[in-house]
């Protein structure tokens, strides 16, 4: 299990003060003398100093010099690399399981929701966001995971931050095309998948005549924006798709009206790597998931990701569920326990989840002019026992404090335990 780091262990007051509001204002920040990987889990730098200032990474250079005013960060004898992303969440949308309160990424009695945004649910004090970004995940792909038809709304890429966490609103759409959704839309995939290409072709043919016909063009609805934007090329669609059959479904309707299209769950997605690599759709799975829970997924393998990435198919990661969102990094060092290369599985937590969710131009390496999101880790990141000794999120230097972290110092100690104060 991983470490947490103790509060005494904050450098200073400022940090513990800043607990409460998740981090501290951006300031200019050196990190130095660590072993950075700056391109995933390439781009090597020994010695390196790395320039923070107005949130951005400035320079990487190995031994650089450290201008007057900026405060050193010592990274000697440690791992730096960028900030790791939780690629299919519902962070900010849910809490604990089984309270009485509401979870906002589910909407079971509502049908047709493609045009909604999870983005007005978002709560970014949510508790499991301190807990996964202690653990150097600085960045999350949050959705809804239920209504009553196979649209699961438009999900958003968001910071583990207390404010301006939003990174990209309206970011994909989801589709649940899974058994599942199919038992809620006719209870049968062939209703499922004909009532998916007679809505989209519908949508397009809608589209098509307003372009035609502008003078006569009402007010689109969200959910007409919605289609607009997919069909268009300017939004992916994010489709969890596990069983062979429907993945081989969800490649011809790729095909058939030109989408971009990314695949979740992926349960049996390796057996169809060759097809998936030439149609360009990356997989976003969890390595951990490798039990044939039911027919949808009977070849489900934790060597998944290892053989896709070997076929050219671009993987990141999903964690063991969002409460434990902060372990997507033990589920890349599962990956690479079963095949995949480290390299791959570091990039598929950075610069390939950048890339499958459009954030690329800002986030996934340390380089100048990228958001400096930045750990420094006492060892190898996927080894299970390292652990983060310090986290940067937009130049923000976040104190490695949490809820948990608090009732652990509270009381790993019984006979001083504090009985009243909080």
Same mark, same amino acid.
């Given at each position: 299990m991983r470490k947490f780091i103790s509060i005494a262990a904050l450098a200073s007051t400022t940090f513990i003060a800043a607990a409460f509001t998740g981090s501290v204002s951006a300031e200019d920040i050196a990190i130095t003398g660590g072993r950075a990987f700056t391109n995933g889990g390439s781009g090597e730098v020994e010695n390196a100093t790395i320039l923070v200032s107005g949130g951005k990474v400035t320079s990487v250079a190995s031994g650089g010099a450290v201008p007057d005013g900026y405060r050193v960060i010592d990274a000697s004898g440690k791992w730096v690399t960028a900030g790791f992303?939780?690629?299919?969440?519902? &962070?900010?949308?849910?809490?604990?399981?089984?309270?009485?309160?509401?979870?906002?990424?589910?909407?079971? =009695?509502? =049908?047709?929701?493609?045009?909604?945004?999870?983005?007005?649910?978002? /709560?970014?004090?949510?508790?499991?966001?301190?807990?996964?970004?202690?653990?150097?995940?600085? %960045?999350?792909m949050t959705r809804m995971t239920n209504t009553g038809d196979m649209f699961l709304g438009l999900g958003a890429i968001v910071k583990m931050t207390d404010r301006d966490a939003i990174v990209q609103d309206k970011a994909f759409l989801v589709l649940d095309l899974d058994e599942g959704s199919a038992n809620e839309v006719g209870g049968s995939r062939a209703v499922l998948w004909h009532k998916l290409n007679d809505t989209f072709q519908s949508a397009k043919d809608k589209m098509d005549k307003a372009d035609?016909? =502008? $003078?006569?063009? $009402? %007010?689109?609805?969200? /959910?007409?924006?919605?289609?607009?934007?997919? *069909?268009s090329g300017d939004m992916p669609v994010y489709a969890i798709v596990?069983?062979?059959?429907?993945?081989?479904?969800?490649?011809?309707?790729? =095909?058939?009206?030109? &989408?971009?299209?990314? &695949?979740?769950?992926?349960?049996?997605?390796?057996?169809?790597?060759?097809?998936?690599?030439?149609?360009?759709?990356?997989?976003? *799975?969890?390595?951990? @998931? /490798?039990?044939?829970?039911?027919?949808?997924?009977?070849?489900?393998?934790?060597? @998944?990701a290892g053989r896709l990435?070997?076929?050219?198919?671009?993987?990141?990661?999903?964690?063991?569920?969002?409460? /434990?969102?902060? *372990?997507?990094?033990?589920? @890349?060092?599962?990956?690479?326990?079963?095949?995949?290369?480290?390299?791959?599985?570091?990039?598929a937590l950075t610069v390939n989840a950048a890339e499958i969710f459009g954030v690329a131009d800002s986030y996934g390496k340390i380089a100048p002019g990228m958001d400096a999101d930045i750990v420094v880790w006492d060892g190898d990141p996927l080894e299970v026992m390292s652990s983060?000794?310090?986290?940067?999120?937009?130049?923000?230097?976040?104190?490695?404090?949490?809820?948990?972290?608090? *009732? %652990?110092? %509270?009381?790993?100690?019984?006979?001083?335990?504090?009985?009243f104060d909080r």
């Open positions: 992303m939780a690629a299919d969440t519902t &962070l900010g949308l849910s809490e604990v399981a089984l309270s009485g309160g509401i979870v906002d990424a589910s909407a079971p =009695k509502e =049908k047709n929701v493609v045009g909604i945004s999870v983005v007005p649910a978002y /709560n970014p004090a949510s508790v499991f966001i301190a807990n996964t970004r202690i653990e150097g995940v600085t %960045r999350a035609g016909d =502008k $003078k006569d063009a $009402k %007010r689109p609805s969200a /959910n007409d924006m919605a289609f607009k934007a997919v *069909l596990n069983r062979k059959a429907d993945i081989e479904q969800l490649i011809a309707f790729q =095909k058939r009206f030109g &989408l971009r299209v990314i &695949l979740g769950g992926g349960g049996e997605a390796w057996m169809l790597a060759d097809m998936l690599a030439a149609a360009g759709i990356s997989v976003v *799975l969890d390595p951990t @998931a /490798n039990l044939p829970g039911n027919f949808d997924v009977l070849a489900r393998t934790s060597a @998944a990435h070997a076929a050219g198919v671009k993987v990141a990661f999903i964690p063991p569920g969002t409460p /434990n969102a902060r *372990l997507v990094v033990q589920n @890349a060092g599962i990956a690479v326990s079963m095949g995949m290369p480290w390299e791959a599985a570091m990039d983060p000794d310090a986290v940067l999120i937009a130049g923000d230097d976040i104190p490695l404090v949490s809820r948990a972290t608090k *009732l %652990r110092d %509270r009381y790993k100690d019984l006979d001083r335990a504090p009985a």
